[in-house]
């Protein structure tokens, strides 16, 4: 099986990026094949919602993001990692999500007799037909979300977990398995508590099967 994991902390030995490379080791112990990424090595464009890609079913900004497409294809198993910046997920992991409107927007019809062009029938075709389309079928996912706050349970986790559910699952088509929150990564000695993030992390990696 192939085992990716899509880093968005600029902080390459920042709690997001030691627990996802955790994940990676214990996948590629278990014999997967890996590949941890980094977002900041990329160069991502911001969806202009131009809406090209409902008659080409490909985005039109050139840049790396067909490159992140094809490794997330062929991947059997997903990790999304992201520390929460204001509240939410970090707003490079944002304008990546963003982009996947390509694999949906294909069947969308624009509405020209409304106001702005297509509005209406957009969100309504989107929702119809995107049901039958599973770009992800068969795909899990794992999510590691770090951040300063003391709390595991709070509003932004919630946030964070609403935006990566509704993308994974509901877009998607994909299942989330399982999720690592860090929280009071600023404020306290963390050293003990991340050490058993660290272990659940190699273990996650290590079972998936
Ligand atoms: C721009 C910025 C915004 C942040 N916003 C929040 C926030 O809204 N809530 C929170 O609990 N922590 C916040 N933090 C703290 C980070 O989530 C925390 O330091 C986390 O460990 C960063 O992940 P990393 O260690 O992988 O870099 C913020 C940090 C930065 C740099």
């Given at each position: ?21 955790s994940i990676?080791e214990g996948a590629?112990k278990a ?171 190699y273990d996650i990696g290590n079972?998936?099967?």
């Amino acid at each position: 099986m192939k085992v990716l994991a899509i880093v968005a902390s600029g902080r390459k030995d920042g709690n997001v990026s030691r627990l996802c490379k955790s994940i990676i080791e214990g996948a590629s112990k278990a014999g997967h094949e890996t590949e941890l990424i980094n977002l900041h090595d990329y160069n991502i464009g911001y969806c202009t919602g131009c809406l090209s890609c409902t008659k080409t079913q490909k985005c039109a900004i050139k840049d790396d993001f067909e490159i992140l497409l094809t490794k997330e294809m062929q991947a059997d198993f997903i990790v999304y990692g992201t520390p929460i910046y204001s509240h939410d997920i970090a707003g490079i992991l944002k304008s990546y999500i963003d982009r996947h409107s390509c694999l949906k927007l294909p069947y969308v019809e624009v509405d020209k007799s409304v106001n702005p062009p297509g509005m209406i029938k957009q969100v309504m075709n989107y929702l119809k037909e995107f049901n039958g389309r599973e770009p992800f079928k068969g795909k899990r996912c794992g999510i590691v979300a770090a951040c300063s706050d003391r709390s595991t349970r709070n509003k932004q986790i919630r946030q964070v977990q609403f935006v990566m559910k509704n993308f994974i699952e509901n877009e998607m088509r994909a299942k989330i398995t399982n999720t690592i929150i860090c929280a009071n990564t600023l404020f306290e000695n963390n050293n003990e508590k991340i050490d058993k993030l660290m272990k659940m992390a190699y273990d996650i990696g290590n079972m998936i099967k």
